[in-house]
């Protein structure tokens, strides 16, 4: 049954879910209430007394144990050396952080991670967002600091998000070109973005002070605020990439809003009372959101089964085409 579609796979999983909570030592009558579906699908775990935490059930065949070890280990670094508040990992009753179950209706097991509940709130994308891309600058610099000087546990596997992983013959989230809307005339436009953001990042190059272990989904909705302190969730998608990709992951899905330009000027206002960026990283951003947008671009037609990438699929190829046409205008070919 695991080829079969998201709507008829979603009541086994939860079914799943829910079972798997006894491999946790959590309170009676605890339930899994789904709340978010994406690369994983995401539950809310409830029980009497306020008991809640937040459980991840992985999509099959994304992440190894080992991947998903990585992903824990840094972010568990990044709360302890105190760059950032990340949720705390709740071991099972055999101690371990990663637990695997089975149901009878799919044909493999799923990793699962029960997280600490966070609270806190996701800043109002209706308002003024400058102050909150401000933060997060900092954070993401404070981040890739950290990366930059962390003893990573060996072996670590984690995915990569450079041109290869958007563009190659095995891309991560599938073909921009397979995407809805993506007719004729817009493959025509995206192909010679393709072009001139491979050739620009060929000799932008991969030197340690702009390429290591990223988040590579800092958007807002993985960003909580309680009290004025910041949290940052769904570490799901660190890896290896460019570090101004991280703001490219910030704009996921709103990079054609008018207000992008005085939110890239706060984050890069923030990120500059951390750690200096050079005008070279600076004067690439804009080949970081096409990057980002492109791979957006075919996760929506990889993934068109989930509400998210239904909702945005009428008009994302337009929009992106759109995006690739004032990039082609403004940024000249590498050399």
């Known amino acids: 049954m695991e080829e079969a579609p998201l709507a008829e796979l979603l009541p086994v999983i939860d079914a799943l879910a829910q079972d798997a909570l006894a491999l946790w ?186 390429y290591g272990l990223i988040h590579a989904d800092t958007r807002l909705a993985n960003l909580l605020v309680d009290g004025g302190a910041p949290r940052l969730i769904d570490f799901d998608d660190c890896g290896f990439g460019w570090f101004m990709y991280d703001f490219a992951a910030a704009i996921s899905f709103i990079e054609t809003d008018p207000q992008v330009a005085a939110l890239k000027a706060a984050w890069l206002d923030g990120y500059r009372t951390v750690r200096a960026l050079p005008a070279p990283d600076e004067d690439e951003i804009e080949t970081f959101v096409m990057l980002r947008r492109m791979a957006l671009l075919a996760w929506i037609g990889s993934h068109i089964e989930a509400p998210e990438p239904q909702a945005m699929a009428p008009h994302f190829a337009e929009g992106t085409a759109l995006l690739a046409e004032r990039y082609l205008s403004g940024h000249a070919p590498a050399g």
Request: glycine letters at 10%; hydrophobic letters at 40%; aromatic letters at 8%.
């Open 25 to 210: 030592d959590l309170p009676d009558q605890a339930r899994a209430h789904r709340i978010n579906v994406a690369e994983n699908v995401t539950y809310r775990v409830e029980a009497a007394g306020g008991y809640r935490a937040v459980l991840r059930v992985h999509r099959p065949a994304y992440h190894s144990r080992r991947a998903i070890e990585c992903e824990l280990a840094w972010l568990t670094a990044l709360d302890g050396d105190g760059v950032v508040t990340t949720p705390g990992v709740i071991a099972g009753r055999n101690g371990e952080a990663i637990q695997e179950a089975r149901h009878p209706e799919l044909a493999a097991p799923r990793f699962l991670v029960l997280f600490d509940f966070i609270p806190g709130s996701h800043p109002d994308e209706t308002g003024d967002l400058t102050g909150d891309f401000r933060q997060l600058g900092a954070i993401t610099a404070r981040m890739h600091g950290h990366a930059m000087n962390w003893l990573r546990p060996e072996p670590f596997e984690r995915l990569v998000w450079d041109e290869a992983a958007v563009f190659g013959s095995r891309p991560t989230w599938g073909d921009w070109r397979d995407a809805p809307g993506v007719d004729a005339a817009i493959r025509q436009v995206l192909e010679a973005c393709e072009a001139r953001v491979t050739g620009r990042l060929a000799l932008y190059g991969k030197g340690t002070d702009r």
